[in-house]
């Protein structure tokens, strides 16, 4: 979708809400709590934006709103939190950089982090007519696989994928494996979340199977809920762009051709990006704002200033160097290749 669709929305009358916000840098940090509860440090680094109550266990019984000061997202009603692997530059003698992240087109001032969308239809659809339920206290949430070196092996998570951005414009062609030449507005790593909820569980051994795609056709295409999945919620996008643009000098990229980035876990492919959401939204301001038509700016949420949300931050649990130039990849993960 390009810039040209978004500022139409903001002129559109819908019929309830599509809502896009700014989250900046709460932390970079080696945890998952998650995935990996109580674990410190976790397998790779991560990079994590939302409420200011993170630690490393994140009991699902946790008061997130109630123990959150702060919250790097732009509406103060949203204490969750949200993160995804962290992409390094890997130079041609074998040592890491880690990728800075630039702020996305309206949040010029916001300090890394992503772009958030709750939706209750595709981006593209500008009534949002669809009635979701949003999600519940406690509720949690992955997509994608971390081993996932292989376009097969991705290809279950449908809308996990990048874009190569020629200008902040661009929205379009979406990759599913990291591209292959430099891109000079940098990457941008699309990660949206199925949309259909078992209606009983707020989480699942592997933090998946209580959601699923629609039975048939898209979200994009307003596909019908299977019957094992029958809630609609909102759809949940991450949009994080890289900013690979001090790296784009072909004599710095590998000799053999291939591409120079590589997430956190090792993974050289792009196939393991993956997204981790924990709900923690305050009372039913999300449940009000999914009914109530508006578009960014609603009357249900309070919008702090960019400069307020940057000043929310939280110290590293695991204290480790992820600035410099680096021998390895924080956890040093074994570094796979596989197309």
Not at 184 to 189: H, L, T, V, W
Not at 242 to 259: A, I
Not at 298 to 317: E, F
Request: charge should be negative; include cysteine.
């Amino acid at each position: 979708m390009q810039l040209t669709s978004l500022a139409a929305l903001t002129l559109a009358t819908p019929a309830s809400a599509l809502i896009r916000f700014a989250c900046s840098q709460l932390v970079v940090d080696r945890i998952d709590p998650l995935v990996n509860p109580g674990m410190a440090p976790s397998p790779h680094l991560h990079q994590i934006i939302g409420g200011n109550s993170i630690n490393v266990t994140m009991d699902p019984a946790k008061d997130m709103p109630g123990e959150s000061t702060c919250t790097t997202c732009q509406f103060t009603e949203d204490t969750s939190n949200y993160w995804t692997a962290v992409l390094f530059f890997r130079a041609r003698n074998g040592t890491f950089k880690r990728v800075p992240v630039r702020p996305n087109v309206g949040f010029d001032a916001a300090e890394g982090g992503m772009t958030v969308y709750y939706m209750q239809n595709g981006l593209g659809d500008y009534q949002q007519r669809s009635k979701v339920t949003a999600f519940k206290p406690g509720f949690r949430m992955l997509i994608g696989d971390v081993m996932a070196r292989t376009a097969e092996e991705a290809e279950r998570y449908r809308q996990v994928t990048y874009t190569c951005l020629q200008d902040m414009s661009t929205r379009f062609p979406e990759t599913k494996n990291l591209p292959n030449k430099p891109c000079p507005a940098g990457i941008m790593a699309n990660t949206r979340f199925p949309t259909c909820w078992d209606g009983k569980n707020l989480d699942s051994v592997d933090h998946m199977s209580h959601m699923s795609y629609p039975a048939s056709g898209t979200f994009e295409s307003q596909g019908p809920c299977p019957e094992t999945h029958p809630v609609p919620v909102p759809q949940l996008m991450y949009e994080t762009i890289w900013d690979t643009r001090q790296f784009n000098d072909p004599k710095d990229w590998p000799e053999d051709g291939s591409q120079p980035f590589v997430w956190s876990m090792g993974d050289h492919t792009g196939y393991g990006s993956h997204g981790d959401y924990l709900f923690g939204w305050k009372g039913d301001a999300l449940q009000r704002t999914m009914d109530t038509p508006c578009y960014v700016t609603c009357p249900t949420l309070t919008t702090q200033s960019i400069a307020d949300q940057n000043k929310c931050k939280v110290d590293q649990t695991v204290k480790e160097d992820i600035d410099s130039w680096l021998t390895a990849i924080p956890g040093n993960p074994t570094i796979t290749k596989k197309y």
